[in-house]
């Protein structure tokens, strides 16, 4: 009997050194993972950042590309980096900025400017596009906005790079 005990302890510690092996290297697999999707978000911007900056030099304007295509009126989803730095560029221009968006949000103002959700942004008449700043989860945050309303949605990498393509 206790040679029998012996084998089934032995078997259980074996049976949990291995599930706490699985365990461990699923973790490590998960953390690869999301070190991978941080390392990409990162050359995303990074990408977008270095094109803006291009275009910047070389004098071509997001505003100018817009209006040309009969946007006047925008509404920025996002209140990061990006964000402001769209804002900024399209301050004493012919596209104006009518507000700032995020789902869900507690901001009730950004750089002086109404923050509001997708319905209510819905309901501006006056406004011909929505930019989606945050580029990593923009076909999401799209689907989300499409939900709700019917204003143009566009990503602000798509915004950058179109203008790089007319410009080159």
């Not at 990006?82 to 804002?87: G, K, N």
């Not at 301050?91 to 869900?104: G, K, L, P, R, W």
């Not at 959700?117 to 930019?131: R, Y």
């Amino acid at each position: 009997m206790k040679k029998i005990l012996k084998y089934v302890c032995i078997a259980a510690i074996f049976i949990c050194e291995l599930y706490l092996m699985i365990l461990m290297r699923k973790h490590r697999e998960d953390s690869e993972k999301r070190c991978y999707n941080k390392l990409n978000k990162l050359e995303d911007y990074r990408h977008l950042l270095a094109l803006w900056t291009d275009n910047l030099i070389e004098r071509r304007q997001i505003a100018a590309d817009l209006s040309k295509n009969g946007i006047h009126n925008i509404a920025i989803y996002g209140t990061d980096i990006e964000a402001d730095l769209l804002d900024k560029e399209l301050d004493n221009t012919s596209v104006q900025v009518t507000c700032f968006m995020e789902a869900n949000s507690k901001k009730l103002s950004y750089r002086n400017k109404d923050v509001l959700d997708a319905q209510a942004v819905q309901n501006i008449k006056e406004i011909d596009a929505i930019i989606v700043t945050p580029v990593f989860a923009f076909d999401s945050i799209k689907e989300y906005i499409e939900t709700v309303s019917d204003k143009k949605v566009l990503s602000l990498m798509d915004v950058v790079f179109h203008l790089k393509k007319e410009g080159a």
